[in-house]
């Protein structure tokens, strides 16, 4: 079984940054593909960023096109750790973040394909 726990979600202003950290226990991590979702109050799961070890630096990201070029994904294996940058927010991006893991290594976009699930922290982008 993982554990998976999200922290760093919190109140900022549009064009602010947060960063969001994604805790997971055992040693599975580098054999397991990471992703991050969000969910507002009446609306789907969406898929936000995702990303899979390739080796240990090295890893393969993928972001939803509404986010490409304002978030960054990462991972940190030695601390068994996912991190989601979120720079230039925008009031749309209030949601609820989640933390999400899979066995395998291949990133998906749709939420049914993670067994893994963190709590969730809060992001709020006021305008």
């Known amino acids: 079984q993982v554990q998976l726990v999200e922290s760093g979600g919190g109140l900022v202003q549009a064009g602010g940054s947060l960063r969001l950290s994604c805790a997971a226990s055992g040693r599975t991590f580098s054999s397991f593909a990471m992703g991050w979702f969000r969910q507002t109050p009446g609306k789907e799961r969406e898929f936000v960023a995702g990303i899979t070890p390739i080796r240990r630096n090295v890893y393969s990201a993928d972001y939803a096109d509404s986010v490409k070029g304002r978030f960054t994904i990462s991972g940190d294996n030695a601390n068994n750790r996912v991190y989601l940058q979120l720079n230039s927010l925008k009031s749309e991006d209030t949601a609820t973040y989640y933390c999400?893991?899979?066995?395998?290594?291949?990133?998906?976009?749709?939420?049914?394909?993670?067994?893994?699930w963190g709590p969730g922290t809060q992001v709020t982008v006021s305008s």
């Open positions: 999400a893991g899979r066995a395998g290594l291949g990133i998906e976009s749709l939420p049914q394909e993670y067994a893994y």
